[in-house]
């Protein structure tokens, strides 16, 4: 299995339009951070993105991903949903529906913000992605790969932390239950929202990230989700061993 990092950053990206801070002017490329997502890529060839956001396009272009054949959400938010549109290169030339699993919220939010894919009277055009929204109501298995969902809190909203095999992907956290601990015991690699130092109502700071990790005890941790706040070289040199800041293009072999 090979997991790629698409995109490490906030929903804003890094740089963020309009500002002038160190991070943003930096020419370290580990500084650059397009919107969040993952590429799994399975022995057999299985191509699973988790999200689509809204620099899909450019992510499937900078990793030549041809094929896709399944799209797992963490939740609906627009950084994490927006590229919808673009999977319509990946079902128009080989006619299938793209699998959208999610939870009963990310499906619904799915439905509101993409009405025009759902609605029979919008004229064909330049084509309309074609969407399979699967509810994922526990384990699911896409050509003979189990995805296990991990309930997190994001804020006050239930949403789903993902793992595969001995991976586990936690973005958009800032509390782990109790209940979903076994779901993250044996990790060789656990990837953890780190949204900036200071506290955020709705996701884990720098040292709770750190916190969150001691506790999962992973072979190894990478953070996520990081906005203008961690610079990537300063902030790695700062962490605790096993642990570090991902970034756009790391590339795991498990
Ligand atoms: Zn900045
Ligand atoms: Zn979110
Ligand atoms: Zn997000």
Redesign the pocket.
């Known amino acids: 299995m090979n997991i790629t990092f698409l995109g490490t950053g906030?929903?804003h990206g890094v740089p963020m339009i309009g500002c002038d801070c160190l991070t943003c002017r930096s020419s370290d490329p580990h500084d650059k951070r397009l919107?969040?997502s993952l590429h799994v890529q399975m022995d057999d060839g299985t191509s699973i993105l988790v999200?689509a956001?809204p620099d899909l396009r450019q992510q499937a272009l900078a990793h030549d991903i041809r094929r896709v054949d399944a799209i797992v959400f963490?939740?609906g938010?627009a950084?994490?949903i927006l590229g919808l549109d673009e999977t319509r290169r990946f079902t128009g030339p080989q006619g299938h529906s793209m699998l959208c699993y999610g939870d009963a919220a990310t499906l619904a939010d799915i439905k509101r913000m993409f009405a025009y894919v759902f609605d029979p009277a919008t004229p064909r055009g330049g084509g309309l992605p074609a969407l399979r929204l699967i509810e994922m109501k526990g384990d699911v298995v896409i050509n003979g790969h189990t995805v296990v969902p991990v309930p997190i809190m994001?804020g006050e909203r239930p949403i789903l932390g993902l793992r595969f095999n001995s991976f586990a992907y936690l973005?958009?956290c800032s509390q782990i239950p109790d209940e979903s601990m076994p779901l993250l015991h044996n990790l060789d690699v656990v990837v953890v929202?780190a949204l900036r130092i200071r506290p955020h109502p709705t996701?884990f700071s720098l040292s709770e990230a750190v916190e969150a990790a001691r506790r999962i005890a992973a072979k190894r941790t990478f953070f996520t989700?990081m906005c203008h706040d961690l610079p990537h070289a300063d902030t790695n040199a700062r962490l605790p061993q096993g642990m570090q800041l991902a970034y756009d293009g790391l590339t795991l072999e498990l």
Request: aromatic content about 0%; hydrophobic content about 0%.
């Open positions: 906030t929903s919107r969040p999200d956001g963490t939740h938010h950084d994490h994001h973005t958009d929202d996701h989700h």
